[in-house]
C-alpha cells in the first residue's frame, strides 16, 4: 500500500535551518509529482512546494519563495524540504503528498513532521 | 493570486444534509478536490474532479461545482462526519490552494 513518513520536524531557532525527509512506499515513486503542505497550529491548510517526477520543475508558494528547496531523490524514494532562514511563522505540521497524475490531486498523505521555530 | 472562501463553521443535525460550499471566481471552470480532516490526523481525499468519490469514501458524500461556487454536500450526517474540509484547486496549473477551512459540526 501506498506510504508516506515525514522525519526531520524538531525545534530550531529563529534564523536557523532544517532539513524534513519523506520516506515513500508502495508505488513507483518517481512517476510521481510529490508535494509539501504545512499546517499551523490551529490554522488551516497551506501548500508549500511541489516538485515534479523528474525534477524538471519546481513550484513554491510566495511565503516560503526563496528560503525553501524542495528536492528528491529517486533512487531512494525520497522527497526532501530544505528549510532555511526559519521564521516563527513557519512553525507548522509539514506534509508530504502524492500528486494523482491524471486528476491532480493530493491522493496520499503522510502523517506529518512538527517543526517548531522558536528562540 | 487565486483566492477560495469557505465559511468558517457549518452544523447539521444527526441524519441530515450538510452542505459546504468554496466560492472562487468562475471556479466552475476548475476541478476542484475536497479533504476531509479529523483532530490529530493527515487529511483525507473525499472528492476529487468536483463529483467524484476515491475508493473507500461512502456514497453520502458528493460534490458540484458551478459559476462562482462548488459545494460539498454530506447526506445521512453521521458523528464521525464531524471534522474539517477544505477545498482545493489549482491555479495556472502551477500552485496549489486551499480554502481556509469549514469545521463541520454535527448535533
Known amino acids: 500500500q501506498v506510504q508516506l513518513v515525514e522525519s526531520g520536524g524538531g525545534v530550531v531557532q529563529p534564523g536557523r535551518s532544517l532539513r524534513l525527509s519523506c520516506a515513500a512506499s508502495g508505488f513507483t515513486f518517481s512517476s510521481y509529482n510529490i508535494h509539501w503542505v504545512r499546517q499551523a497550529p490551529g490554522k488551516g491548510l497551506e501548500w508549500v512546494a511541489v516538485i515534479w517526477y523528474d525534477e524538471s520543475k519546481k513550484n513554491y508558494a510566495d511565503s516560503v519563495k526563496g528560503r525553501f528547496t524542495i528536492s528528491r531523490d529517486n533512487s531512494r524514494n525520497t522527497l526532501y524540504l530544505q528549510m532555511n532562514s526559519l521564521r516563527v511563522e513557519d512553525t507548522a505540521v509539514y506534509y508530504c503528498?502524492?500528486?494523482?497524475?491524471?486528476?491532480?490531486?493530493?491522493?496520499?498523505w503522510g502523517q506529518g513532521t512538527l517543526v517548531t521555530v522558536s528562540s | 493570486s487565486y483566492e477560495l472562501t469557505q465559511p468558517l463553521s457549518v452544523s447539521v443535525a444527526l441524519g441530515q444534509t450538510a452542505s459546504i460550499t468554496c466560492g472562487g471566481n468562475?471556479?466552475?471552470?476548475?476541478?476542484v478536490h475536497w479533504y476531509q480532516q479529523k483532530p490529530g490526523q493527515a487529511p483525507v481525499l473525499v472528492i476529487y474532479r468536483d463529483n467524484n468519490r476515491p475508493s473507500g469514501i461512502p456514497e453520502r458524500f458528493s460534490g458540484s461545482n458551478s459559476g462562482n461556487t462548488a459545494t460539498l454536500t454530506i447526506s445521512r450526517a453521521q458523528a464521525g462526519d464531524e471534522a474539517d474540509y477544505y477545498c482545493?484547486?489549482?491555479?495556472?496549473?502551477?500552485?496549489?490552494?486551499f480554502g481556509g477551512g469549514t469545521k463541520l459540526t454535527v448535533l
Open positions: 482545493q484547486v489549482w491555479d495556472s496549473s502551477t500552485t496549489v490552494v
Open positions: 468562475n471556479i466552475g471552470s476548475k476541478n
Open positions: 503528498a502524492r500528486d494523482h497524475a491524471m486528476d491532480r490531486m493530493l491522493d496520499y
